[in-house]
Nanobody
Framework: QVQLVESGGGLVQAGGSLRLSCAAS????????NGWYRQAPGKQRELVAT???????NYADPVKGRFTISRDNAKITVYLQMNSLKPEDTAVYYC?????????????WGQGTQVTVSS
């Protein structure tokens, strides 16, 4: 069983930066694609960024050039560096980890961390 713990959210002014972390605990698995998603009030959860096992990254258009996803395999931690934040980035951010066990693949979600950007 994998447990994910997110941290790094908070309140920041527009133009500021935050770095989110998502640390996984557990053993006996390898990492596949990891991602960050967000959900604003009254809206559906949307993809923010993903990183594959080989390190390839993908970003949603609204965050391209401002956000960077990265991963530390030794620490089993995924990061989301968010720069030039805008009020429309305000949301609860969730990390997602797809892992592979010998018995098959599973997807785990973090508990979510609130990011609030004031204008």
């Amino acid at each position: 069983q994998v447990q994910l713990v997110e941290s790094g959210g908070g309140l920041v002014q527009a133009g500021g930066s935050l770095r989110l972390s998502c640390a996984a605990s557990g053993s006996g698995f390898s990492l596949k694609t990891n991602g960050w998603y967000r959900q604003a009030p009254g809206k559906q959860r949307e993809l923010v960024a993903t990183i594959t096992s080989s390190g390839s990254t993908n970003y949603a258009d609204p965050v391209k050039g401002r956000f960077t996803i990265s991963r530390d395999n030794a620490k089993i931690t995924v990061y989301l560096q968010m720069n030039s934040l805008k009020p429309e980035d305000t949301a609860v951010y969730y990390c997602s980890m797809s892992v592979r066990y010998a018995s098959g693949d599973r997807v785990y979600w973090g508990q979510g961390t609130q990011v609030t950007v004031s204008s």
